[in-house]
C-alpha cells in the first residue's frame, strides 16, 4: 500500500488491466491498495488512523477469508481500478455518523457470507457502477437512513432480496445501466428482487421503472412493498 501521486506514474501503469477504456485513474492523495488477505479492513484501518479519505482498490481479489464483515465507520471514497477486475470478497458494513458519507464505485463486492453492502443506522451510501453478486444474504440493505444512492450497478444472484429498505430508510436507484435479477436464490417467497419492508421505507427510481430494472428473480418477484413500504418512479 501506498499514497498515490504524480510522480508514481509507473506504479499506476504496472496495475493496467487490458482494457483501458474502462481505467480508473488513482484519485491524487488515495491510499493505493493491493490485492490479497485481508487488504481491505488493513486498508480501511490505515485510512482511519492516517486521516485518508480515499482508497484505491488495484486488480485481483481482496480476500476477507469467506466474506466476513468489514466495518467502515467514517467518511470513506473506495474506488476500484475496474469493476471486472476489482473483486471484493467480504461484506461491507457502512455505520459512523448519519451526517457522514461513504462512496464505493467501481469494482464487484462478491461471495460475502452476509449481507453485500449494508447500510447500518450510520453514514449514507452511495453506489455508483458496482457489482454485488453471490451473497449469502441480502445484496444491499439500507437500514433507516435517509440519503442514500445507487447509479448504474449490478445486482445478481444473491441469496435473499436484491436491494432492500427497512427502518424507515430510502435509497435513491438511477442510471440505464442498473440491473436487479436472478437473486432470491434461497427460495423463500417473503424476499424480492426489489424490497420495501415497513412503513416509511422507500426505494426511489429516477427516471427508471421497476418493471424494466428488476427482472428474473425468485422468491416473491421482482419486486414487493411490505407493511407500507414504497417503491414507486419520481
Same mark, same amino acid.
Given at each position: 500500500?501506498?499514497?498515490?501521486?504524480? #510522480?508514481?506514474?509507473?506504479?499506476?501503469?504496472?496495475?493496467?488491466?487490458?482494457?483501458?477504456?474502462?481505467?480508473?485513474?488513482?484519485?491524487?492523495?488515495? @491510499?493505493?491498495?493491493?490485492?490479497?488477505?485481508?487488504?481491505?479492513?488493513?486498508?480501511?484501518? +490505515?485510512?482511519?488512523?492516517?486521516?485518508?479519505?480515499?482508497?484505491?482498490?488495484?486488480?485481483?481479489?481482496?480476500?476477507?477469508?469467506?466474506? +466476513?464483515?468489514?466495518?467502515?465507520?467514517?467518511?470513506?471514497?473506495?474506488?476500484?481500478?475496474?469493476?471486472?477486475?476489482?473483486?471484493?470478497?467480504?461484506?461491507?458494513?457502512?455505520?459512523?455518523?448519519?451526517? +457522514?458519507?461513504?462512496?464505493?464505485?467501481?469494482?464487484?463486492?462478491?461471495?460475502?457470507?452476509?449481507?453485500?453492502?449494508?447500510?447500518?443506522?450510520?453514514?449514507?451510501?452511495?453506489?455508483?457502477?458496482?457489482?454485488?453478486?453471490?451473497?449469502?444474504?441480502?445484496?444491499?440493505?439500507?437500514? #433507516?437512513?435517509?440519503?442514500?444512492?445507487?447509479?448504474?450497478?449490478?445486482?445478481?444472484?444473491?441469496?435473499?432480496?436484491?436491494?432492500?429498505?427497512?427502518?424507515?430508510?430510502?435509497?435513491?436507484?438511477?442510471?440505464?445501466?442498473?440491473?436487479?435479477?436472478?437473486?432470491?436464490?434461497?427460495?423463500?417467497?417473503?424476499?424480492?428482487?426489489?424490497?420495501?419492508?415497513? #412503513?416509511?421505507?422507500?426505494?426511489? @427510481?429516477?427516471?427508471?421503472?421497476?418493471?424494466?430494472?428488476?427482472?428474473?428473480?425468485?422468491?416473491?418477484?421482482?419486486?414487493?412493498?411490505?407493511?407500507?413500504?414504497?417503491?414507486? #418512479?419520481?
Amino acid at each position: 500500500m501506498g499514497l498515490c501521486s504524480s #510522480s508514481n506514474v509507473e506504479y499506476q501503469v504496472k496495475y493496467q488491466t487490458n482494457n483501458p477504456a474502462h481505467e480508473i485513474t488513482c484519485p491524487e492523495g488515495a @491510499l493505493c491498495v493491493k490485492p490479497g488477505r485481508k487488504s481491505l479492513s488493513k486498508a480501511v484501518k +490505515e485510512a482511519k488512523e492516517k486521516g485518508i479519505d480515499c482508497l484505491f482498490l488495484l486488480s485481483g481479489v481482496h480476500d476477507e477469508e469467506v466474506g +466476513e464483515y468489514v466495518a467502515i465507520d467514517f467518511a470513506l471514497k473506495v474506488v476500484g481500478q475496474n469493476r471486472d477486475d476489482v473483486k471484493i470478497r467480504a461484506s461491507l458494513k457502512i455505520t459512523g455518523k448519519k451526517e +457522514e458519507d461513504v462512496f464505493l464505485s467501481d469494482c464487484t463486492v462478491t461471495g460475502a457470507k452476509n449481507a453485500g453492502v449494508y447500510g447500518d443506522m450510520g453514514a449514507s451510501m452511495h453506489l455508483k457502477n458496482v457489482c454485488v453478486e453471490k451473497c449469502g444474504y441480502h445484496g444491499v440493505i439500507v437500514d #433507516s437512513t435517509k440519503r442514500n444512492t445507487m447509479t448504474d450497478c449490478n445486482v445478481n444472484n444473491n441469496k435473499s432480496s436484491g436491494v432492500i429498505v427497512v427502518g424507515g430508510g430510502c435509497i435513491t436507484i438511477d442510471g440505464s445501466a442498473t440491473t436487479i435479477h436472478h437473486n432470491c436464490t434461497g427460495g423463500s417467497s417473503g424476499y424480492y428482487g426489489l424490497h420495501a419492508y415497513n #412503513s416509511s421505507s422507500s426505494i426511489h @427510481l429516477k427516471s427508471l421503472k421497476k418493471e424494466s430494472i428488476s427482472t428474473n428473480n425468485g422468491g416473491g418477484g421482482n419486486y414487493g412493498c411490505i407493511d407500507g413500504g414504497t417503491i414507486k #418512479s419520481i
